[in-house]
């Protein structure tokens, strides 16, 4: 299977920033589109942001003008900067991404969530 890694999860004060980074496992496929999840202690999962192939991009309303997702073409990467941090940010992130290589699409590929900590 070909599946997305995530990195850069850990913990941080309020006010704080921090940049997650997910890749497919195998390089040879790229990110077509993506997005951010996150579920915290005792909450369902939410979308924070997504990213369209051609860039377009939008965010949940508790994260719009802290967050900020992108894509790396070249990396074959998906980021999310997290800036302005919260406590209220506490969850495991998850990354989502249809992948694709040519004609090859795969679809609904998940990463194995990244813990983001915000406390003093």
């Known amino acids: 299977q070909v599946q997305l890694v995530e990195s850069g999860g850990g913990l941080v004060q309020p006010g704080g920033s921090l940049r997650l980074s997910c890749a497919a496992s195998?390089?040879?496929?790229?990110?077509?589109?993506g997005g951010w999840y996150r579920q915290g202690p005792g909450k369902q999962r939410e979308l924070v942001a997504s990213?369209?192939?051609?860039?377009?991009?939008d965010y949940a309303d508790s994260v719009k003008g802290r967050f900020t997702i992108s894509r790396d073409n070249a990396k074959n990467t998906l980021y999310l900067q997290m800036n302005s941090l919260k406590p209220e940010d506490t969850a495991v992130y998850y990354c989502?991404?249809?992948?694709?290589?040519?004609?090859?699409?795969?679809?609904?590929?998940w990463g194995q969530g990244t813990q983001v900590t915000v406390s003093s």
């Open positions: 989502n991404a249809a992948l694709k290589r040519g004609s090859i699409y795969l679809y609904d590929r």
């Open positions: 195998r390089s040879i496929f790229s990110i077509n589109v």
């Open positions: 990213i369209t192939s051609t860039g377009s991009t």
